[in-house]
Each structure stands twice: as structure tokens, then as C-alpha cells.
């Protein structure tokens, strides 16, 4: 059972940085996409970022130009930096990867990682 293992989170000031890191516990087969999801209190999961195997990224708009997403394939590792940093961007951060073997699709979710924004 793949096991997507985050870290990184915690709480800073509007204006600071973190960087969030996520890598799969016990298993090292590539992953198709990586990304992050987030989800705030009384709001829907929501995508904030991911990559392809290729290098390929896609960021939401509220984030576009503030985080940055990059992958290890070596590694099997996601990588979130975030700066600039507001109290909207407060939420569980959720690590996504998935696996496809057509027609089939596999998906894995990390645990989450809470990041709070306040001064």
C-alpha cells in the first residue's frame, strides 16, 4: 500500500515562505502526476498545484506567480514552495499522486500538512 508521506507545514506570518515536500513511504515506482491539493474550513478540497512526470505544471489562479511546484523523479518527490503567503492560503495541504495503466488509474492522497497563515 503506497503511503505519500508529507512535511513542511506549520505556521507563519503574512509575507513568509514555506516549502512542503512529499514522497511516497515504501514504494518506488514513478507516479504519473504529482500535486497538491488544499482544503480551508467549510470549503471544498481544492487543486493548487501539480506537474507531470514530464515537467509539465498547472497552478490555480489564486496561487499563479506565489508558489512554485517541482519534482525529484530520482526521488519520487513533490516539492511546494510558497511565498508570499496570505491568510487566505491557510488550509490542510493534501499531497496527490497517481498511476495509470490504461484503462486503469490509480490514485493515492498523503495525509495532509496544515499550514497557517497569521500573524
Known amino acids: 500500500q503506497v503511503q505519500l508521506v508529507e512535511s513542511g507545514g506549520g505556521l507563519v506570518q503574512p509575507g513568509g515562505s514555506l516549502r512542503l515536500s512529499c514522497a511516497p513511504s515504501?514504494?518506488?515506482?514513478?507516479?504519473?502526476?504529482m500535486g497538491w491539493y488544499r482544503q480551508a474550513p467549510g470549503k471544498q478540497r481544492e487543486l493548487v498545484a501539480d506537474i507531470t512526470s514530464g515537467g509539465s505544471t498547472n497552478y490555480a489562479d489564486s496561487v499563479k506567480g506565489r508558489f512554485t511546484i517541482a519534482r525529484d523523479n530520482a526521488k519520487n518527490t513533490v516539492y511546494l514552495q510558497m511565498n508570499s503567503l496570505n491568510p487566505e492560503d491557510t488550509a490542510v495541504y493534501y499531497c496527490?499522486?497517481?498511476?495509470?495503466?490504461?484503462?486503469?488509474?490509480?490514485?493515492?492522497w498523503g495525509q495532509g500538512t496544515q499550514v497557517t497563515v497569521s500573524l
Open positions: 515504501g514504494d518506488s515506482r514513478s507516479f504519473n502526476v
Open positions: 496527490y499522486a497517481d498511476r495509470i495503466r490504461s484503462p486503469m488509474k490509480w490514485i493515492y
